[in-house]
């Protein structure tokens, strides 16, 4: 049996790390809390901002865009103080691959700022 160990591995030209573009991995992840209600970031993965847009509803802003919003998967969830499961969706009228609005709700479709994570999968451009 091989065993492979490296500390780094670069690309091609030996310039940088590898891109993960076409591999079936997560290309971007985020975990949301609220301070005062505004969402931050106490975790991420290609994520480049999170804006407040109203309560329960963000926009999180990728480092790198997807190559198209059409072809993005996007999990997502949450949880209050309680240990009660809240849903993290996508705005699916707001597609874009340079961003995505995120809908924080209970099971009964009432908006909360509430700690949560969100995970995207898809090709980057």
């Known amino acids: ?11 091609a030209a030996g310039t940088g790390p590898i891109t993960l573009t076409k591999q079936s991995a997560a290309k971007a992840w ?7 209600g505004t969402p931050s970031s106490i975790g991420s993965l ?3 901002s999170i804006a407040d847009i109203n309560l329960g509803t963000y926009e999180v802003s990728f480092s790198s865009s997807f190559n198209s ?3 993005m998967a996007v999990g997502g969830t949450g949880c209050s103080g309680t240990g009660a499961t ?10 874009n ?3 995505q609005t995120m809908k924080v709700s209970n099971g009964v479709d009432q908006a909360l700022d509430q700690k949560n994570t969100a995970i995207f999968h898809g090709d980057l451009a």
């Open 30 to 36: 985020v975990n949301v809390i609220y301070t005062s």
């Open 97 to 99: 691959a340079s961003a």
């Open 86 to 95: 809240n849903l993290v969706t996508l705005s699916h009228a707001d597609l």
């Open 46 to 48: 290609n994520v480049s």
């Open 69 to 71: 919003a059409n072809d």
């Open 1 to 11: 049996m091989s065993e492979i160990r490296a500390t780094t591995i670069s690309d």
